[in-house]
């Protein structure tokens, strides 16, 4: 029963091609978040989503593009990959977006772009 | 973004306490402290949260300094399985979780 689900777990593709990865909690929380751990493990913030809707947006290119189809799911979509996407992305959750709340994190996607 | 200070890394014994200090200076009135922890190769995990008072839970305790510039994580007996990189954290507005470097913890048998 795992809460806070990503597919794939790795994704190696070539630079210029888009891709998608998938996330899905079972929590019945109402806000998902997209962050972004790179090669010094410094863990960032890129997306924020809340019932839907956008709410954080940090200084992400224009080429991620995140999608949330329910409350369930916030999808992450990469067009025109560059060698610097390369990274560990991780999901999370939590119920509302305020201080007060724990998020909940998935195992992360490794993605690799030659 | 990140606005706390900790040491870059600690050792303890396991069956030991582990107090894992952070410094946050510049906390306002209205930020949250966290503390969540990272396994090799797995997500961040929460650890606790707290405002002013201390707090306990099943994982570990949280002590915060009374003008709140400090606090000070305790895991009361260490295992093999809290080695981890524990990042204290200020969710602070607008409501975002800012990862700084951490403390990487090392659990010796």
């Known amino acids: 029963d795992t809460a806070v689900s990503q597919t794939p777990k790795y994704l190696v593709t070539q630079m210029g091609n888009d891709k998608s990865i998938k996330c899905e909690q079972n929590?019945?929380?109402?806000?998902m978040y997209w962050y972004k751990q790179d090669s010094k493990k410094f863990l960032k913030i890129m997306f924020s989503y809340n019932n839907k809707e956008l709410i954080i947006n940090e200084t992400v290119p224009n080429r991620f593009s995140p999608k949330s189809p329910d409350k369930a799911h916030l999808n992450l979509h990469i067009n025109s990959l560059e060698l610097g996407d390369s990274a560990v992305y991780f999901c999370?959750?939590?119920?509302?977006?305020?201080?007060?709340?724990?998020?909940?994190f998935g195992p992360g996607t490794r993605l690799t772009v030659l | 973004d990140a606005k706390t200070t900790q040491p870059n890394s600690m050792e303890s014994n396991e069956e030991e306490p582990v107090h894992l200090p952070c410094n946050h200076s510049t906390i306002s009135g209205t930020d949250y402290i966290h503390w969540y922890r990272q396994l090799p190769s797995q997500g961040p995990e929460y650890v606790i949260h707290g405002l002013t008072s201390n707090v306990n839970n099943r994982m570990a305790s949280l002590a915060i300094a009374e003008d709140r510039k400090s606090s000070t994580l305790i895991l009361h007996r260490a295992t093999l399985r809290d080695a981890a990189v524990y990042y204290c954290?200020?969710?602070?507005?607008?409501?975002?979780?800012?990862f700084g470097a951490g403390t990487t913890v090392t659990v010796r048998a």
């Open positions: 929590l019945g929380h109402d806000t």
């Open positions: 954290i200020l969710f602070t507005l607008p409501y975002k979780l800012s």
């Open positions: 999370a959750s939590s119920q509302g977006g305020g201080p007060d709340n724990e998020q909940f």
